[in-house]
C-alpha cells in the first residue's frame, strides 16, 4: 500500500517507534504499508532501515544500528536525518499505541476498500458483474485480515513464513557473530552457548582489541550481557576501548574524554538503555584460577546479571589446581586452566572468547608476510584439542600502518577451515572485523 498517512509527522513517528519495540507489531506493519506511507524523506528512509534490518535479521531495528545508518547519509542532510532518528527514538514507549494501532488498522482497511471498490465498480459498469462480486469479497477477506494488535492465534499452514523467521530470530541470537559473514558460515553460525574461541597472535597484535570487538558485537546486535574479564592491565582501558567503539570516535581522544558533544548525548541515550548489560572485571593477582571467574559469577548472579557472554583476556594467564599446590609446570597450569574454562562454560552455557599466546617471533616476523598456525601456539599444544574453534591474527608492520590484517581461521570443532580474511583494523578508533576487504582462500 502506497498510500501516503493523512496523519502527521507525530503519528508517523510513533508507527516508527512501535516497529522497534513491538515486534508482532513490526511483522504486521511490513505487511500492509511501505515507504509512501511515510510524507517526509526522513521518516520514509527511516522506514526503509527498518525494512533492510528486518529483512537481513528478522528482528526489529534497535537505536544504535539506527543511529550508525544515519551517519551514512549525505552529509548536507545528516544533520536532519540525526535530528528525525532521535524525534522517532525519543517517542519511548509510545503509551498510546492503541490509538495509533486502531488509527493505522483504519487507514489501510479504508485504502483496501478504496482500491477495491474502484476496480469493482470499473467491472461492473463494463458488465462484469460476478469479476466485480468476487473482487468485493476477496477485499472483504483482506480487510478483516487487518490488524495491528498481538493474538495468540495459530493459523498453522498459513504462518509458516512468519514460524521461521522466529526460529531465524531465536538462532540469531544464540549464534553470536565473529563480525565476518563468511566465518559464521564456516563455523555453524558463530559462536554459540557452551563454545570456547580462541585467538593467537604475537604480542602487540591486537589480541585485546579482537576481544572488545567480540564483546562489542554481542552488545550492539544481539544485546547480549557480556562479562569482561581483564586478568593483565587496566579495566579503565578496557571501558575506554569500548567507549570507543560505541562512538565510533578515535581512542586517544576518550582517553582524554574528547569525545564530541552531540555523540556524547547519543552515548547517554544508548547507555541508559543497555543499562547492565556489560561488566568489566579486572583480576591482576597471579594466582587467579576458575575459582575466582567462578565466584564474580556468582556474585553478579546475586545482583540479577547473568552474562550469555564471557571474554576471559587471556586464558594463558589463569592459574590451575596445580598453581595452587605448588606444583607442575607451565604447560600443566595452561592445560588444566584451559578445562577450568571448557568446563564452567559448558555448566553455565555461555559463549566464550580468549586468547593464546604464540610463540617468540623470528626476527623477520613483522616483515615478512605470514600465517601463525597452531603449531605457533605457545606453551602448551594441547589446548588446541580443548576449545572449539581457533584462529589467529596476522599482521605484517605494513599492513598495520595500512590498517589491515589477516585473520587465519584454522578449524571449527573437528572440522578444518583453513581459511584467511583480510579484514580492516583500525586501531585509532578500536575497531576490526567491521568490513572484510578481501579474501584469500588459500591456506598455508
Not at 509512501?36 to 527498518?50: D, K, N, R, S, Y
Not at 558485537?217 to 544481539?222: E, G, M, N, P, Q
Not at 584462529?391 to 608492520?397: E, I, K
Not at 583494523?425 to 582462500?441: F, I, K, Q, Y
Request: proline share 3%; charged share 30%; with cysteine.
Amino acid at each position: 500500500m502506497s498510500d501516503a498517512c493523512p496523519y502527521d509527522e507525530a503519528f508517523q513517528r510513533s508507527v516508527l517507534r512501535l516497529m522497534q519495540i513491538d515486534e508482532p507489531f513490526a511483522a504486521r506493519a511490513f505487511q500492509w504499508i511501505d515507504r509512501g506511507f511515510f510524507t517526509t524523506e526522513a521518516l520514509g528512509w527511516i522506514f526503509t532501515v527498518f525494512e533492510g534490518y528486518w529483512r537481513d535479521y528478522h528482528t526489529p531495528c534497535v537505536d544504535s544500528p539506527l543511529r550508525a545508518a544515519a551517519a551514512y547519509a549525505p552529509t548536507h542532510r545528516r544533520d536532519y536525518y540525526y535530528q528525525e532518528v532521535e524525534a522517532v527514538i525519543a517517542r519511548g514507549n509510545v503509551p498510546e499505541s492503541d490509538w495509533v494501532k486502531d488509527r493505522l488498522t483504519d487507514f489501510c482497511r479504508r485504502g483496501v476498500f478504496a482500491v477495491a471498490h474502484k476496480e469493482s465498480a470499473a467491472l461492473y459498469n463494463g458488465g462484469k458483474a460476478d469479476e466485480a462480486y468476487d473482487v468485493m469479497a476477496k477485499a472483504q477477506d483482506r480487510i478483516r485480515e487487518i490488524a495491528f494488535d498481538y493474538v495468540d492465534r495459530q493459523w498453522f499452514f498459513e504462518e509458516l513464513g512468519d514460524r521461521q523467521n522466529a526460529r531465524l530470530r531465536e538462532d540469531r541470537i544464540q549464534r553470536m557473530s565473529t563480525g565476518i559473514t563468511d566465518l559464521d558460515k564456516a563455523c555453524g553460525g558463530g559462536v554459540q552457548p557452551g563454545e570456547v574461541w580462541s585467538v593467537f597472535a604475537y604480542a602487540k597484535r591486537c589480541k585485546t582489541t579482537w576481544l572488545c570487538n567480540q564483546g562489542f558485537f554481542a552488545l550492539r546486535t544481539v544485546a547480549a550481557p557480556v562479562l569482561h574479564i581483564v586478568l593483565e592491565g587496566r579495566g579503565d582501558k578496557i571501558a575506554a576501548r569500548y567507549d570507543s567503539l560505541f562512538a565510533n570516535e578515535f581512542y586517544s581522544k576518550v582517553k582524554r574524554g574528547e569525545i564530541e558533544p552531540r555523540m556524547l548525548g547519543y552515548m547517554h541515550e544508548e547507555y541508559s538503555r543497555m543499562r547492565r548489560l556489560l561488566v568489566i572485571r579486572t583480576m591482576n593477582d597471579w594466582d587467579v584460577n576458575m575459582s575466582h571467574v567462578q565466584a564474580e559469577l556468582k556474585e553478579l548472579s546475586s545482583n540479577g546479571f547473568v552474562p550469555r557472554m564471557l571474554i576471559l583476556d587471556y586464558v594463558d594467564l589463569l592459574r590451575s589446581r596445580y598453581q595452587l599446590a605448588g606444583e607442575g609446570s607451565e604447560r600443566q597450569h595452561q592445560v588444566e586452566a584451559s578445562r577450568d574454562l571448557k568446563r564452567l562454560v559448558n555448566q553455565q552455557d555461555l559463549a566464550c572468547w580468549t586468547a593464546w599466546q604464540a610463540t617468540r617471533p623470528k626476527p623477520d616476523a613483522h616483515t615478512r608476510e605470514h600465517v601463525l598456525t597452531s603449531g605457533n601456539v605457545a606453551d602448551a599444544y594441547a589446548k588446541v584439542r580443548i576449545v572449539d574453534a581457533y584462529g589467529s591474527l596476522n599482521a605484517t608492520d605494513e599492513e598495520m600502518e595500512q590498517n589491515q590484517m589477516r585473520i587465519f581461521w584454522e578449524a571449527h570443532r573437528d572440522s578444518p577451515v583453513r581459511k584467511t580474511w583480510v579484514i580492516t583494523n583500525d586501531l585509532d578508533r578500536s575497531r576490526m572485523a567491521t568490513e572484510v576487504v578481501g579474501l584469500e582462500a588459500a591456506a598455508p
